[in-house]
DNA sequence: GGGAGTTCTCAGGAAACTCCCAGCTTCAGT
DNA sequence: ACTGAAGCTGGGAGTTTCCTGAGAACTCCC
């Protein structure tokens, strides 16, 4: 079954993406479907409230620039026919716009752009989580005797609370969510550093380090080196 | 074999192979279709994106670097269509960290030339798992008491963990594919070495005596040498 | 607009890996 | 048993990959 939409799959969770840049919108759809979303496009206002009607998503991702009906008409336009649907906004890192303040406060949410995809995905679970449809138990994550808390963005090792800077985090997070796993550098790079990332790939090199440096402090090396392909988050010994 | 088609047979999986170079187009083919899977190649952006069409391939190789169209357009047109085909992008080893950078995200990958056979038939399974198409069982290898997990890329003997590094693992890998055929030397060197490999065939003997050294500290022999031919995967007679 | 905290760049050096070499051992056939 | 061919393995050169400290650039907050 190599073309064509996928099945229809009522166990899934649907996303609307609205974005009429055609390369984010992409990037977002197949990260969402990778996690196993049900995902649909639109590129404008009017597609976003149709698509919103025939679709019936969970949640929508919406950009706030939109070149008919901005992000907060569509949304309000929604609110109009109760509608009910969990918006995730994104904007522009400098739009300090206040009406982008407001939005946390009806539990709807904004990103800004340019994010990371694993960014997008943490404030999806969350928002998700909170209207209760959650299909993971996950705001936790564990291995070995380290400690992932999403909700307080607490790590322990050993009980030992470890601090981590928002980078470190997404990095550490990023490995949990694979533990064992060989990651390559290309697939760290793109799930736990902005799209639009163009520099030295070789931060995450001094990110690795860093991480180490915080970790070991507590127990053994976790963050294994596998030359020449990637990481991988494993405890030493047979 | 370049006359004729083979016989359309529906329960192959079918891949297109897009690249300018004959030569490595034909290296690819036939080693895939030793693998039963159903070939067609492409010489450039136009005939790919025709290929896609005609052929409907569960999976296409693609050359970044094609005379008219590049690979990245080929894939976006195919995207636009909506054929949701993963690709497998074959990329120069120093154009890698620019454009590339994205494309693990959507499930597509890619592989940098020079490449070994052995390393685009396991991207292949990799990415044709995920999409639900693998009909192997996977991940996992196993002989005797010997073990070989892709994801983690960890090996074991007898429970114990073993170290290797790439080219010992490709080449353990290689053999585990094929437990107890003798595999000549011409083989073996064309699958787990890089196809321009020019060097002193001799490599292969170190590297057997490298993987002797770290297997046989746990066991008896499983690597036998068959003078004359090559080596084979076997335990010894009981 | 200064300061603290964070992210990223850069470069030197360390470490790991691949490959080649050369001398030695093993094997097959006479 | 002898001999040439084939295979084994320790040593090491050359290369690639990785680590890490230092500092520049940026952001956020007061």
Known sequence: MPAGQPPPDESQLRVLVVDDDQNIADVLSMALRYEDFAVEQAANGQQALKGA???RPH???LDVMLPDLDGFEVAKRLAERRAEIP????TARDTTDDKVRGLTL???????KPFSVEEILARIRTILRRVGLAQDNGNHLS????????DTREVTRSGQLIELTDTEYRLLRYLMLHPRHVLTRAQILDHVWEYDFGGDAR???????????????????????VRG???ALR????
Do not use: C, N, Q, W
């Open 53 to 55: 009607e025939d679709f």
């Open 59 to 61: 949640i929508i991702i």
């Open 87 to 90: 918006i995730l906004f994104l």
């Open 106 to 112: 009806g539990g709807d949410d904004y990103v800004t």
């Open 143 to 150: 291995f070995a005797d380290l400690e992932l808390d999403d």
């Open 203 to 225: 931060v995450l090199e001094t990110y690795v380090s860093y991480l180490r440096k915080k970790l070991e402090s507590h127990g053994p090396r976790v963050i294994h080196t």
């Open 229 to 231: 392909v990637g990481y």
């Open 235 to 238: 405890m030493p010994r047979s």
